[in-house]
């Protein structure tokens, strides 16, 4: 079955500590792979994603992600974080040239000033 | 561009009453969706449709109903609303190719009573 497997659920890190939040995902064919944000009361934005090209992708606010085929991950990374950082953090993978999306159940990020 | 606009934002119902939540987009996106979003399950597909005239189920459908007429609405209806709705749904919209991220509304945020 088609699946997506964040680690994490709920983590809490003080400000400019290091962050990886894991993604795994069980999905035949080429994906695609994106990680949203949700702020507090807020919608889903898009954080990053990766297509093709080189594994290692960039975001904003400082967030990357890298793409290991091998191990069917994409953890997302942020050297130090702050703490407008706290937020909500999904995984989602699309199947390449399908509008199937399938989303991991988020991760809750705390980060404490 | 307005992008993806959900109404209302907020919504309480008392069990059996029936209500429809409105998305409308004006990206001329061929993919549009319902998601729900509860504590600890991320974010569950209801309904989609990949064009005017199509739609078809997601991973928890019953209860809900949509339609599309136009390339821009896709509302979700609500015939008999129950306590287990208490949710707060998403409305996202996207080409239909999947290489590209979906746009996500600001949502809407039900409570049944």
């Known amino acids: 079955a088609q699946s997506v497997s964040q680690h994490n659920h709920h983590v809490i890190l003080s400000e400019a500590a290091s962050l990886e939040l894991g993604c795994n995902y069980s999905y035949g064919g080429t994906v695609n792979l994106f990680w949203y944000v949700q702020y507090p009361g807020q919608h889903l934005q898009l954080l990053l994603k990766?297509?093709?090209?080189?594994?290692l992708v960039k975001g904003i606010k400082g967030f990357e992600a890298e793409f290991i085929k091998s191990k069917f991950s994409f953890n997302l990374r942020k050297p130090s974080v702050q703490w407008s950082d706290t937020a909500e953090y999904f995984c989602a993978v699309s199947r390449r040239g399908t509008y199937k999306y399938i989303f991991g159940i988020g991760t809750r990020l705390k980060v404490l000033a | 561009n307005a992008g993806v606009t959900q109404t209302p934002k907020f919504q309480v119902l008392k069990t059996g009453q029936s209500m429809t939540l409105q998305c409308a987009q004006d990206?001329?996106?061929?993919?549009m969706s319902w998601y729900r979003q509860d504590p600890g399950m991320g974010l569950r597909l209801i309904h989609y449709?990949?064009?005017?005239?199509?739609?078809d189920q997601g991973e928890v459908p019953n209860g809900y109903n949509v339609s599309r007429s136009t390339t821009e609405d896709f509302p979700l209806r609500l015939l008999s609303a129950a306590p287990s709705q208490t949710s707060v749904y998403f409305c996202a919209s996207g080409p239909l190719t999947g290489d590209s991220p979906l746009h996500f509304g600001n949502g809407t945020r039900l409570t049944v009573t």
């Open positions: 990206m001329n996106h061929e993919y």
């Open positions: 990766y297509f093709s090209g080189d594994p």
């Open positions: 449709s990949v064009g005017a005239g199509i739609t």
